[in-house]
């Protein structure tokens, strides 16, 4: 199983992105699935998550800027982000979490915002 994560890119404080992440097998399979980042130097950070029935929760220094979401019929997991800003600059991956236990992990997408 691959998650071929795609999105990233350089842009200004307050642009936008929007990551995407698709399996390949079928989205449905999964249940929980997020994204995490990890700037340099740092641990890797949970950024945001999403369920097989679309609760959502964020990591506090994001929440009201970055929205999940996943797209059953285009086979896709999103991450769309807003506002960004210079502390947001890391490798974003994608995970997904089978229901016997088990994850995959996408290859990581770079975000570069710049002041």
């Known amino acids: 199983v691959q998650l071929q994560a795609s999105g990233g890119g350089l842009v200004q404080a307050g642009g936008f992105l929007r990551l995407s992440c698709a399996p390949s097998?079928?989205?449905?399979?999964?249940?929980?699935m997020a994204w995490y980042r990890q700037a340099p130097g740092k641990q890797r950070e949970w950024v945001a998550g999403?369920?097989?029935?679309?609760?959502?929760n964020y990591g506090d220094s994001v929440k009201g800027r970055f929205t999940i979401s996943r797209d059953n019929p285009k086979n896709t997991l999103y991450l769309q982000m807003n506002n960004l800003k210079v502390e947001d600059t890391a490798i974003y991956y994608c995970?997904?979490?089978?229901?016997?236990?088990?994850?995959?992990w996408g290859q990581g997408t770079q975000v570069t915002v710049s002041s």
């Open positions: 995970k997904a979490t089978l229901p016997i236990g088990g994850a995959y």
């Open positions: 097998i079928s989205i449905n399979i999964f249940n929980d």
């Open positions: 999403i369920s097989r029935s679309e609760y959502t």
